[in-house]
């Protein structure tokens, strides 16, 4: 089992950066995909970026490309995901996820972190 603990999200303004961080505990060499996923009121689960641990990997959402990055710390067991430009569309609860499988569906994530509040004001 792999614990995923998120932090970083806040309030910003549109055009601003927020970076998020999620920290991984546990049987991590177990699910060596991590992601990022967002929710927003009334609206389904998204992808927004995943990547492997050697960041050989790579995926985005058409929706971030360009404006997030997501990276990874192994040695600490971290993964971050760079927002840049923020739109107030991005408004949403994000979330942190593991996966044992090369995957951006959500379904394919068997580990997930409580999620973290991101507003972005127009």
């Known amino acids: 089992q792999v614990q995923l603990v998120e932090s970083g999200g806040g309030l910003v303004q549109a055009g601003g950066s927020l970076r998020l961080s999620c920290a991984a505990s546990?049987?991590?060499?177990?699910?060596?995909?991590m992601g990022w996923f967002r929710q927003a009121p009334g609206k389904e689960r998204e992808f927004v970026a995943a990547?492997?641990?050697?960041?050989?990997?790579?995926q985005y959402a058409d929706s971030v490309k360009g404006r997030f990055t997501i990276s990874r710390d192994n040695a600490k067991n971290t993964v971050y995901l760079q927002m840049n430009s923020l739109k107030p569309e991005d408004t949403a609860f994000y979330y942190c996820?593991?996966?044992?499988?090369?995957?951006?569906?959500?379904?394919?994530?068997?580990?997930w972190g409580q999620g973290t509040q991101v507003t972005v004001s127009s």
């Open positions: 990547t492997t641990g050697s960041g050989g990997w790579l």
């Open positions: 996820a593991a996966s044992k499988v090369l995957s951006t569906t959500a379904l394919r994530f068997s580990s």
């Open positions: 546990g049987r991590t060499f177990s699910t060596p995909v």
